[in-house]
């Protein structure tokens, strides 16, 4: 890594307390880039003087560097799983040990549409099963502006393409002109979003969640931007933070690291779905 390049993140660290010394050495490299050649800086060290006299360019360096690309159902067949295999499970064995409360965490949520696309399936699944259960959806991630627009719950069309019309129509309302769609106020009010960092050091899950004890946590796409060591710190967290019989969701692209392979067991072969041993 560009020597500078590192100047620059440390000057982040210093001034806003984010690490990304871990993130892939390439992949910040190519997205500061896009900063730098915007801003017509003709190289690191002089980019970097351009940030520390001008502040508001840091907030554009964390756009770049924390990108959120989702949409609800994301990879429809790990949601057709989760709707037809994974939740009826957990719920089955809940009722059995007389637990009405479901944990979730959707770690790296982006603008919300993951934790949102699982409070509604759960809905959906009680509702046609006539049950009645307590959801806790806990979603976090570090980009501010992503979870104010999480709230909000306000998405373009794009953001919906995947989810069925039945489901639209009971979960969405459209907006006047036409072009977007809110999550109505049912779903949102299940969904707690906060600001966490996973490499916090003196939090190993959200604090909102207190205590953690999850029974599904998704982590997908969030892995990939950090290296081995740093993948090790969050695997074990995500394993401490999951309860006794607890299910771990990964990206298409994921896996566990060969020190956490023996802590995951894989529920399907063809699915980055697995559950805790």
Partial sequence: MDSWLKYILDYLLEERGFDFSGYNPSM?????????????CKDFSDYLLY????????????????????????NTLTFELLAERILPTIIMEKLER????????SAGCAMGEEPYSVAIVLDDLLCREELTMDLHIFATDIDSKSLDGAVKALYPISSIENIKYRLLRKY??????????????????????????????KHKVPPESIFGNFDLVFCRNLLIYFNTEYQETIFERLHQSLNQNGYLILGSAEAPTIKYQRH?????DFSTIYKKR
């Fill in 51 to 74: 940030v520390k006299e001008n502040s508001d360019e840091i907030d554009n360096i964390l756009d770049v560097l924390t990108i959120n690309v989702s949409r609800f159902f994301r």
């Fill in 98 to 105: 007389n637990d009405k409360s479901i944990r979730v965490w």
């Fill in 264 to 268: 995951f067991k894989k529920v399907f």
């Fill in 28 to 40: 910040v490299e190519r997205r500061i880039a896009q900063r730098l050649t915007a801003i017509g």
């Fill in 172 to 201: 969405f309302t459209q907006t006047q002109s036409g072009q977007s769609f809110q999550v109505v106020p049912e779903i949102r009010e299940k969904v707690l979003f906060s600001f966490y960092d996973m490499l916090d050091k």
